[in-house]
């Protein structure tokens, strides 16, 4: 069974650029498997930042982007805030109509 | 406003069944497919179930399937979740979920809006 890996935990420097990778067990991620990136922070429900690779959900500042970086799809943050201290998650289309999380990435800003 | 209200949460004994449903306004639900997601206490986020726009087709994760159906009812804007021969392991808060695109691509494209979740506790 194909795995969804990230990155368990990050920190990033107030003002920074992280990026955060969502990758496959195995294979490789393309566009093909239209990943989608969502953040929550605790006793909240998830917020959508991006869906379809790169596409913002309404709402979302453009300090949040996402790509595809070599074998991976990535989400990249850039001038990182307090408030973006969140835990992140990745989901991948696996085909059939079957979508698969990754395991969430915790991000710390300090 | 796009909302999602789930409800239909609670305690149950393991071995039982609970309905979840999912109230839907602010978009034309019948033209979207939509998908539960779970979180276990403490875990990460683990999708469930997801629906075509017209019902015709629905899709299970193998931890649930067999045991959980979903459905909508596009009159009443409302997507359930039919939960059965529960497990301790099912204890999650429950998600509803549109995706992002209409017709069948909103199946592959990921999900845009969340409802605020529903806490289902499978114990004895």
């Known amino acids: 069974q194909t795995v969804v890996t990230q990155e368990p935990s990050f920190s990033v420097s107030p003002g920074g650029t992280v990026t955060l990778t969502c990758g496959l067990s195995?294979?490789?991620?393309?566009?093909?498997?239209?990943p989608s990136w969502y953040q929550q922070t605790p006793g909240q429900a998830p917020r959508t930042l991006i869906y379809?690779?790169?596409i913002r959900s309404s709402g979302v500042p453009d300090r949040f982007s996402g790509s595809i970086l070599g074998n991976k799809a990535a989400l990249t943050i850039t001038g990182a805030q307090a408030d973006d201290e969140s835990d992140y998650y990745c989901?991948?289309?696996?085909?059939?109509?079957?979508?698969?999380f990754g395991g969430g990435t915790k991000l710390t800003v300090l | 406003e796009v909302q999602l209200l789930e409800s239909g949460g609670g305690l149950v004994q393991p071995g039982g069944s609970l309905r979840l449903s999912c109230a839907a306004s602010?978009?034309?639900?019948?033209?979207?497919?939509m998908s539960w997601v779970r979180q276990a206490p403490g875990k990460g986020l683990e999708w469930v179930s997801a629906?075509?726009?017209?019902?015709?087709?629905?899709y299970y994760a193998d931890s649930v399937k067999g045991r959980f159906t979903i459905s909508r009812d596009n009159s009443k804007n409302t997507l359930y979740l039919q939960m059965n021969s529960l497990r301790a392991e099912d204890t999650a808060v429950y998600y509803c979920?549109?995706?992002?695109?209409?017709?069948?691509?909103?199946?592959?494209?990921?999900?845009?809006?969340w409802g605020q979740g529903t806490l289902v506790t499978v114990s004895s």
């Open positions: 979920a549109k995706r992002s695109a209409t017709g069948t691509t909103g199946l592959r494209t990921g999900i845009d809006y």
């Open positions: 989901v991948l289309y696996m085909g059939s109509g079957i979508s698969v």
């Open positions: 379809s690779t790169s």
């Open positions: 602010g978009f034309t639900f019948s033209s979207y497919a």
């Open positions: 195995s294979g490789s991620v393309s566009t093909n498997y239209y």
């Open positions: 629906i075509s726009d017209s019902g015709g087709s629905t």
